[in-house]
DNA sequence: AGTAAACGTGTAATAACATTACACGGGTGC
DNA sequence: GCACCCGTGTAATGTTATTACACGTTTACT
């Protein structure tokens, strides 16, 4: 349960864990699967095993709203507790950050009703600053 | 665009949206069409064309983390700015609540940054209280 | 009345996303 | 050797969502 920081990654995590650090954006399993064909990769429970691990380790975040996923910004997120994600739709691009105030509240709302939380997805959908000046 | 407190609903909108009432939780769209099966639906589109007017509507939200939807708890959801939801993965409850702090500190960061907000997801996941206690 | 636009509907086909099931191989500890 | 854990390969299947085309009703304008 501890997060590494620098966890060991078999060849296939690192392969979907390369891929999504050269997309510079979010892709979803069956893009992350095409884009490793020349690698050898032919089915999407390959990609999904990777994800898994991935995710678990806080190197790779899934975008619920996209059904996607994301390189962390951080380079291992155990730094934060947890992270939201502003996407841009007409660009695609998505920003990371970690609302940490609103999380604490979110946190005290659960708190108070004896809610055990165990995972929290934030996100936000909209129109980046850059795609709002291009009109 | 304008919210309508009491839209009109046509004959499968009011379909699915009674079997979200009665369902007194979050069902995903093939299990309203197994539901509505008996009243003449046939095929998946009919019920996704019935859900797209009602979340615009605001009477029905999209659980996005769940692939499924649930009726809003306040009848019409123009009283709140934005919902969240606490989503029990035992049990499968879900309570809608509207965490406006929160919200707001989210909103101020979008607004810092240019970025036009359209839509805020927030979704908690955890177990809930009463399962908590049954161990 | 004619007719065009907007909207809702019915159906089939397909696309996109995700999981289950089974088999195999490499390590590690006994 | 042998059991165990973990990662892998592959096929099949299951689940969620959309595209395409056709038809009918209502409204509004001419
Ligand atoms: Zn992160
Ligand atoms: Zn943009
Ligand atoms: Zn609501
Ligand atoms: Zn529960």
Request: proline residues 3%.
């Amino acid at each position: 349960m501890t997060a590494h920081v620098h966890p060991h990654l078999t060849k296939n995590q690192a392969l979907v864990f390369g891929s999504l650090t050269e997309a510079e954006g979010p892709l979803t399993a069956y893009a992350i699967l095409d884009h490793l064909r020349d690698s050898g990769f032919r089915a999407p429970l390959q990609v999904y095993r990777a994800l898994d691990k991935l995710v678990e380790y806080g190197l790779v975040h899934r975008l619920e709203s996209l059904n996607a996923f994301v390189a962390c910004s951080h380079s291992g997120c155990a730094s934060h507790k947890s992270a939201a994600f502003a996407i841009c739709d007409t660009c695609g691009q998505v920003v990371e950050f970690s609302p940490d105030e609103a999380i604490d509240l979110l946190t005290n709302w659960t708190q108070d009703r004896g809610f055990q939380l165990s995972k929290t997805t934030i996100e936000l959908r909209g129109v980046c600053q850059k795609c709002a000046a291009a009109n």
